[in-house]
T-cell receptor, first 115, second 113 residues
Framework: DAKTTQPTSMDCAEGRAANLPCNHS???????VYWYRQIHSQGPQYIIH?????ETNEMASLIITEDRKSSTLILPHATLRDTAVYYC?????WGSGAGSYQLTFGKGTKLSVIP | NAGVTQTPKFQVLKTGQSMTLQCAQD?????MSWYRQDPGMGLRLIHY???????DQGEVPNGYNVSRSTTEDFPLRLLSAAPSQTSVYFC????????????FGNGTRLTVT
């Protein structure tokens, strides 16, 4: 798996958009970008993923740069319940070898939403 | 659909004791894995399985055993607990499609004294 780099922490005002960056400069052409979050001591929760196109779902938007070396997770209207640690990981598609099974999580970004 | 269920939620062991952390999923996922998370750290992969009868080591496998006799269950065994194994343990499963996400349980908080 390619390594990712995320800021250790970020603050965001409630109601504003939260933009969480992730650098994955060594990403391969067949690696997907995934975002998860972990609220307090709960199990991590899947948010969104993408390969090269921008993606949007009910939780967030994912913007991937054209060269795929970085991405941004956008929470459009952050609420206090979005306070969590956000993890960006990259992995190859299932069946592409050990990289599709040995999913590596870094330390993530601790997002604090401020009232 | 219960998703990924872990039991127990909390456990205290004495050094040298053994125990099994249970993990079950009802989504018919082929892939299952165990992670541990220590304070201020990310998740570290202990063992994983890509199907019944198949297991492999992750990043930190020492001190842990696993087996996968059914698709649904993936227990993690500590044969002789050590204080260094005090941690929160998460089980996760994933469908074997090309880009499916991981689904996590809510964790087991283990303290070894």
């Amino acid at each position: 798996d390619a390594k990712t780099t995320q800021p250790t922490s970020m603050d965001c005002a409630e109601g504003r958009a939260a933009n969480l960056p992730c650098n994955h400069s060594t990403i391969s052409g067949n690696e997907y970008v995934y975002w998860y979050r972990q609220i307090h001591s709960q199990g991590p929760q899947y948010i969104i993923h993408g390969l090269k196109n921008n993606e949007t779902n009910e939780m967030a938007s994912l913007i991937i740069t054209e060269d795929r070396k970085s991405s941004t997770l956008i929470l459009p209207h952050a609420t206090l319940r979005d306070t969590a640690v956000y993890y960006c990981i990259v992995r190859v598609a299932w069946g592409s070898g050990a990289g599709s099974y040995q999913l590596t999580f870094g330390k993530g970004t601790k997002l604090s939403v401020i009232p | 659909n219960a998703g990924v269920t872990q039991t127990p939620k909390f456990q205290v062991l004495k050094t040298g004791q053994s125990m099994t952390l249970q993990c079950a999923q009802d989504m018919n996922h082929e892939y299952m894995s165990w992670y541990r998370q220590d304070p201020g750290m990310g998740l570290r992969l202990i063992h994983y399985s890509v199907g019944a009868g198949i297991t492999d080591q992750g990043e930190v496998p020492n001190g842990y055993n696993v087996s996968r006799s059914t698709t649904e269950d993936f227990p993690l065994r500590l044969l002789s607990a050590a204080p260094s194994q005090t941690s929160v343990y998460f089980c996760a499963s994933m469908e074997s499609s090309y880009n499916s996400p991981l689904h996590f349980g809510n964790g087991t908080r283990l303290t070894v004294t």
